[in-house]
């Protein structure tokens, strides 16, 4: 798999903001994802982690699984304005995308998991979500043969344990990523009509006018950090991780690739379209003294960028869903 080094990333994105579509040779489509040391790829891993993924055992009720909030035929969320869990009681978050989830330096809307694997662990002990006990997990997974052998196979000597199970779920989760869009083969120039004229303007307005590329930077268009954009709904965001009071209201900027199939959208789902998002933006936000000022933008602009957006969908990530052990 062709790697991309962490450097020449950095590099292309700063030179990206600044300087946008003198760039475009060096377009490199959708970013190509890197394994950290501690978990390097192995088929053996991924499709074991797949597996997981899919199977509704690792819940208590052994009715949910990590698909039923992030469902492959939902852009891997769940279409709704904030999650369900356990017992379908409502959760305090709409339920982000794990597409190119791969590609975050943190996990969650206010960024509390360093790591998938740390991530993983989260809504599988949770009582709110899959409300498992994590050594009646390990013990259910031990009775079934199909996952010794697959754990086996995965982690030769190293049996099943909360860590082997996360390992093996970030790994399947680092193949989850959006495919090359309309917008890339513009960029790198194959085909000047790869996108529409109003398209085109709406990059122009993401990197000028609007000034959307400030945080939604580079090839993943997220600079994978945390703002305030005004979102007016008492959840303080960011600081509840780091205690700190620059962080108040902040949540992590999201990626807007495939954007299109994962309505509706920002951390409390309070918008239902992308049209609804550019409304929000242009009035500069909800909550006075966020980063974001009131853009002016006309109802035409405002469906240029929509359209832009729309341009960065390409074909949906295909699965075939694992045979269960
Ligand atoms: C009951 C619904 C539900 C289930 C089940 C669930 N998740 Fe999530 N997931 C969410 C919600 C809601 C969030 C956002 C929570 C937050 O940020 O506070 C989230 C966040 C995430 C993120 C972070 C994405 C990002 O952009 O930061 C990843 C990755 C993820 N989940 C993977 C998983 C995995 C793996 C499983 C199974 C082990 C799983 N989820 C099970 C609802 C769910
Ligand atoms: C100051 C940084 C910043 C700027 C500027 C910015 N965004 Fe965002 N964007 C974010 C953050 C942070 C979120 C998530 C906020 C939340 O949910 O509370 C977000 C959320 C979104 C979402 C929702 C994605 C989802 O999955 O829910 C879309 C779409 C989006 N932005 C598009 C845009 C566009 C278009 C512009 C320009 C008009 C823009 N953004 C400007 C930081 C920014």
């Known amino acids: 798999m062709k790697r991309f080094c962490g450097v020449l990333m950095a590099g292309l994105v700063a030179a990206f903001a600044w300087g946008g579509a003198a760039l475009a040779a060096d377009w490199p489509g959708t970013p190509t994802v890197t394994y950290p040391k501690d978990n390097p790829y192995s088929p053996a891993k991924a499709d074991l982690g797949k597996k997981l993924f899919f199977d509704p055992r690792l819940s208590g009720s052994n009715i949910m699984s990590c698909a039923t909030c992030h469902n492959p035929a939902l852009g891997w969320a769940d279409g ?40 993983a662990k989260g809504p599988i002990a949770s009582a709110a979500e899959m409300n498992q006990n994590p050594e009646a997990l390990i013990a259910e997974l031990q009775a079934i043969p199909g996952y010794v052998a697959a754990f086996e196979r995965a982690f030769p000597g190293k049996g099943i344990s909360m860590d082997t199970i996360a390992m093996a779920i970030a790994t399947y989760e680092r193949e989850v990523i959006s495919a ?4 890339d083969a513009y960029m790198q120039g194959d085909d000047p009509l790869a996108i529409s004229a109003s398209a085109k303007r709406g990059w122009d307005l993401f990197r000028g006018k609007a000034q959307c590329i400030s945080c939604h930077s580079g090839p993943n268009f997220s600079d994978g950090r945390f703002h305030d954009i005004g979102v007016d709904d008492g959840d ?49 936000g909800d909550r006075s003294g966020n980063e974001l000022k009131a853009l002016n933008l006309s109802e035409a602009e405002m469906h ?11 074909q949906p990530v295909v699965v075939v869903l694992p045979e269960l052990p």
């Open 236 to 284: 303080e965001g960011r600081i509840a991780v780091t205690g700190k009071d620059r962080d108040r209201f902040k949540f992590k900027t999201p990626t807007v690739r495939d954007v299109t199939r994962t309505a509706p959208y920002l951390h409390n789902g309070q918008e239902a379209t992308l049209m609804d998002v550019m409304r929000y933006y242009n009035r500069g």
């Open 80 to 119: 709704l304005k904030l999650g369900k869990g356990h017992n379908m009681a409502e959760l305090g978050r709409h339920t982000p995308t794990v597409i190119n989830s791969a590609f975050s330096p943190t996990q969650f809307w206010d960024g509390r998991a360093a790591t998938l694997e740390e991530q």
């Open 180 to 183: 090359y869009a309309p917008f």
């Open 304 to 314: 240029d960028v929509v359209a832009f957006m729309k341009s960065l969908t390409g």
